[in-house]
Structures are given as structure tokens and as C-alpha cells.
């Protein structure tokens, strides 16, 4: 099963740059490299932060960039997406019979999970919360797929990470993480949860799972230890998971498709 992960391309209205940064044309590297070199994965995931500021002009430009993908694709949502817009743009399908952007999709005898950990936050304009949620509706949908994948490999994709990675602790990440960790705990075949928001690529083991972030589509985030520690941002890479998975063992490349390194000749 080969499963691709986008997140936080952060799309803004036409010629709009955020940071120096042409979302819609990282979105474009980002299919075109999908296109040329993963044309044979099963799934597209969009892990979240979609959009940077809900427009629908910018939700209308994703759904249409998303049409020149080769691969079939799903959505899950960010802080910086709106519920409502996205479902006004992408159609009464792409919320579940809850109202939630998440699905499972059966692949080759494995299971990929898509989460929605944005929460509305109060007078901030129907932009979410900087921190993730997942109420019971939520957690209780994913027992029943979790149910439903019968100890099959099972992939987790969602926005928010539930764990922390860096030095000093992030507020931000998904709020109470205890239940989700204590379902996939109990799962037996857990082959990785990704997540983007931090727009950094760390993997953290724990208990047997691997817990990925990526750095996405617009700035990355990178910690600088030694003098001078802390975050900085840099304006790339601009980065997608490929994720290679079968019976006895499960592979994450953090493929990127904006890279300032020249390729070696030797
Ligand atoms: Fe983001
Ligand atoms: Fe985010």
C-alpha cells in the first residue's frame, strides 16, 4: 500500500504571498511531483490547514488543482480551515454522516484513517482553535472503524500531533491526547499516526507506534539546538510523507518536493 501525505498547504486567494511564499504554486510542485513519481500510490491524504484563511476563492482553487491529480485523494481539516466553507465548496460528501471531515479507506488490505481535530474557536471568526480537539463523536467514530479494520495495518493521518517534540512545550498541539493514545494503544497493528501543524519533520516512537510529523507544504519550522535554541522558520522544504506499507513492515520518506539542495552527480 503506498499512501502520500500533503498538509498545511495553506492556500490563500490568487497571487496572494504569505511569509514570501506562493501557496498555490508550492500546491502546483506538490501534484506535479505526485503525478511524475507517485502516480502509483493508492491514496492522497490533506492533512489540514488547507487554507490560511478559509476564502472560498482559495478552497475553489484547491478543489480545482486537486482535479489534475492522477491519484484519488481526502481531506481532513486544520486550525486554519472553516468546517462550513470547506463543506460549502467540496460538497455534502466530504463531511461524514457526523459532520466531521474524516473517512477510512480499505487499500490493499490495510486501513487509512483520517481524523479531524479542529475545533471551532469562540469569536475567532470560524477559524479553529490553534490547539486540536476530538470530542466523542469523533473518538467514537474511530472505534468503529477501528473495529471495522479488524486488526489490519491501520495508518492514522490527522492535523494535529499529539505528542510533544520539542524542547519546550508547544501549547498547541491536540488537547488531551489520553484517549485517542489509549485506542491505538489497544489496537494491535498501528503502523503510524502523521500529523502536520508544526510544519517540521520529527518522528517520536512510542509504545511501538511511530508518531511522524511533516513539514509540509509552506514554511517549515526547524529547532536550532546549541546557542541560539529555539524555533526558526525557514521558507522550506516544501515536504509530503510517502509512505510504503505491506505485511511485514511499514517505510515513511519524507519526500521534498521544493528542495534548495542541489542533487550530487556522484
Ligand atoms: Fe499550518
Ligand atoms: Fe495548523
Known amino acids: 500500500?503506498?499512501?502520500?501525505?500533503?498538509?498545511?498547504?495553506?492556500?490563500?486567494?490568487?497571487?496572494?504571498?504569505?511569509?514570501?511564499?506562493?501557496?498555490?504554486?508550492?500546491?502546483?510542485?506538490?501534484?506535479?511531483?505526485?503525478?511524475?513519481?507517485?502516480?502509483?500510490?493508492?491514496?492522497?491524504?490533506?492533512?489540514?490547514?488547507?487554507?490560511?484563511?478559509?476564502?472560498?476563492?482559495?478552497?475553489?482553487?484547491?478543489?480545482?488543482?486537486?482535479?489534475?491529480?492522477?491519484?484519488?485523494?481526502?481531506?481532513?481539516?486544520?486550525?486554519?480551515?472553516?468546517?462550513?466553507?470547506?463543506?460549502?465548496?467540496?460538497?455534502?460528501?466530504?463531511?461524514?454522516?457526523?459532520?466531521?471531515?474524516?473517512?477510512?479507506?480499505?487499500?490493499?488490505?490495510?486501513?487509512?484513517?483520517?481524523?479531524?481535530?479542529?475545533?471551532?474557536?469562540?469569536?475567532?471568526?470560524?477559524?479553529?482553535?490553534?490547539?486540536?480537539?476530538?470530542?466523542?463523536r469523533r473518538l467514537d467514530w474511530l472505534a468503529r472503524e477501528l473495529d471495522r479494520a479488524g486488526g489490519r495495518p491501520v495508518h492514522v493521518v490527522l492535523h494535529h500531533p499529539l505528542l510533544q517534540v520539542a524542547p519546550v512545550p508547544d501549547p498547541w498541539l491536540l488537547e488531551d491526547p489520553g484517549p485517542l493514545l489509549a485506542m491505538l494503544d489497544a489496537y494491535p497493528d498501528i503502523r503510524g499516526v502523521t500529523a502536520g501543524h508544526i510544519h517540521m519533520a520529527t518522528t517520536t516512537l512510542r509504545r511501538g507506534i511511530p508518531y511522524h510529523t511533516i513539514a509540509g507544504g509552506h514554511a517549515t519550522s526547524r529547532e536550532r539546538f546549541g546557542e541560539g535554541a529555539g524555533r526558526r522558520r525557514f521558507a522550506g522544504p516544501g515536504q509530503m510523507a510517502v509512505i510504503l506499507s505491506g505485511a511485514e513492515r511499514t517505510v515513511l520518506h519524507f519526500d521534498d518536493y521544493v528542495d534548495a539542495n542541489p542533487e550530487l552527480e556522484a
Open 1 to 136: 500500500m503506498k499512501l502520500v501525505v500533503l498538509s498545511d498547504l495553506h492556500m490563500t486567494r490568487p497571487g496572494e504571498v504569505l511569509a514570501g511564499i506562493d501557496p498555490a504554486a508550492r500546491l502546483e510542485a506538490a501534484i506535479a511531483r505526485i503525478n511524475a513519481a507517485h502516480g502509483d500510490a493508492d491514496l492522497v491524504a490533506l492533512a489540514g490547514d488547507l487554507t490560511d484563511r478559509s476564502r472560498s476563492q482559495a478552497y475553489e482553487d484547491l478543489r480545482a488543482a486537486l482535479e489534475q491529480l492522477s491519484v484519488p485523494w481526502a481531506a481532513t481539516l486544520g486550525n486554519h480551515d472553516n468546517r462550513d466553507v470547506f463543506a460549502r465548496i467540496f460538497g455534502p460528501g466530504a463531511l461524514n454522516d457526523d459532520g466531521f471531515a474524516q473517512s477510512a479507506h480499505h487499500l490493499r488490505g490495510e486501513v487509512v484513517i483520517l481524523l479531524d481535530s479542529l475545533e471551532k474557536g469562540p469569536g475567532a471568526g470560524g477559524w479553529g482553535q490553534g490547539r486540536g480537539h476530538l470530542c466523542a
